[in-house]
T-cell receptor, first 114, second 112 residues
Framework: GNSVTQMEGPVTLSEEAFLTINCTYT??????LFWYVQYPGEGLQLLLK?????DKGSNKGFEATYRKETTSFHLEKGSVQVSDSAVYFC?????????????FGGGTRLMVKP | DAGITQSPRHKVTETGTPVTLRCHQTENHRYMYWYRQDPGHGLRLIHY???????DKGEVSDGYSVSRSKTEDFLLTLESATSSQTSVYFC???????????FGSGTQLSVL
């Protein structure tokens, strides 16, 4: 079956530090990959996505590159801000999935201190 | 923001009682989903719908049922709530296969 594995948190960083949150996946074929972010008390929001190998998704200073050879989709940001404190979820959607049923990782909590 | 409303936002109930959670959308999206979020498990799909009266099971469907009589409404029912169903429940919608999901703000359910 499909699965997504994320590094366990919490990840605690100082403001302006470099961020990496690791994500690896197992899936048949070539899925689409996503990062969602959940701010306190809210639902998830799409942060970025990539639909094929070597694609780079980017948004709000965050980036992730679809690496087929390592089945990874690591999230990075060069300089985090306090406002980036949230829970980040990596997810995949199989390409032939009729219901767009995403499989989510367990989430990684990021805490950024001033 | 996508027009998704979940109700209630918070509910406390007792073991063995029936509970219905409602998701209402104003986007006319075809697909609707119910997820539960638990520490260490991320989000897990309970049921989803791909049209009016068309529903299917997700990963953790035992103990839950759903109904979709109108495009805009997707109901999740716990016929007899158990403590293991204490969780945060999220409704989501999407326009088509492969498109991004829009999530509601969640319902915190506590079963005592």
């Amino acid at each position: 079956g499909n699965s997504v594995t994320q590094m366990e948190g919490p990840v605690t960083l100082s403001e302006e530090a470099f961020l990496t949150i690791n994500c690896t996946y197992t899936a048949t074929g070539y899925p689409s990959l996503f990062w969602y972010v959940q701010y306190p008390g809210e639902g998830l929001q799409l942060l970025l996505k990539a639909t094929k190998a070597d694609d780079k998704g980017s948004n709000k200073g965050f980036e992730a590159t679809y690496r087929k050879e390592t089945t990874s989709f690591h999230l990075e940001k060069g300089s985090v801000q306090v406002s980036d404190s949230a829970v980040y979820f990596c997810a995949l959607a199989p390409r032939n999935n009729a219901g767009n049923m995403l499989t989510f990782g367990g989430g990684t909590r990021l805490m950024v201190k001033p | 923001d996508a027009g998704i409303t979940q109700s209630p936002r918070h509910k406390v109930t007792e073991t063995g009682t029936p509970v219905t959670l409602r998701c209402h959308q104003t986007e006319n999206h075809r697909y609707m989903y119910w997820y539960r979020q638990d520490p260490g498990h991320g989000l897990r799909l309970i049921h989803y719908s791909y049209g009016v009266k068309d529903t299917d099971k997700g990963e953790v469907s035992d103990g839950y049922s759903v109904s979709r009589s109108k495009t805009e409404d997707f109901l999740l029912t716990l016929e007899s709530a158990t403590s293991s169903q204490t969780s945060v429940y999220f409704c989501a919608i999407s326009e088509a296969v492969g498109e991004k999901l829009f999530f509601g703000s969640g319902t915190q359910l506590s079963v005592l």
